[in-house]
Nanobody
Framework: QVQLVESGGGLVQPGGSLRLSCAAS????????IGWFRQAPGKEREGISC????????YYADSVKGRFTISRDNAKNTVYLQMNSLKPEDTAVYYC??????????????????????WGQGTQVTVSS
């Protein structure tokens, strides 16, 4: 059974850090392009970081560039999102997704167009004092 399960969300103060995990089962995550997306209350889902399994190219949305880092641990079949310098506007449900590997559309397009073949159920991140 193909599954993505996010974890690591929670309540954090502004300026704090969290690391989200996305564990895959039923398929080898290292062959897939992966991405992190988020959806804040009353807003549309947005892609914040996507990375290619083939080219190594990585895209970050301007809203998170310099603060968030996407990475993968193939041995654990898990991807991570390290989030630093968190702001209240980062409050959202965070989702990971995996896409069949492709050079086109690019990973930027994957993020902007919310492309994914498999999606997790999401984990809540709340940034508040």
């Amino acid at each position: 059974q193909v599954q993505l399960v996010e974890s690591g969300g929670g309540l954090v103060q502004p300026g704090g850090s969290l690391r989200l995990s996305c564990a895959a089962s039923g398929f080898n995550l290292d062959y897939y392009d992966i991405g992190w997306f988020r959806q804040a209350p009353g807003k549309e889902r947005e892609g914040i970081s996507c990375t290619s399994s083939r080219s190594g190219n990585t895209y970050y949305a301007d809203s998170v560039k310099g603060r968030f880092t996407i990475s993968r641990d193939n041995a654990k079949n898990t991807v991570y999102l390290q989030m630093n310098s968190l702001k209240p506007e980062d409050t959202a449900v965070y989702y990971c997704a995996a896409r069949f590997p492709a050079l086109v559309p690019t990973v930027q397009s994957m993020c902007i167009n919310l492309m994914g073949n498999y999606w997790g159920q999401g984990t809540q991140v709340t940034v508040s004092s």
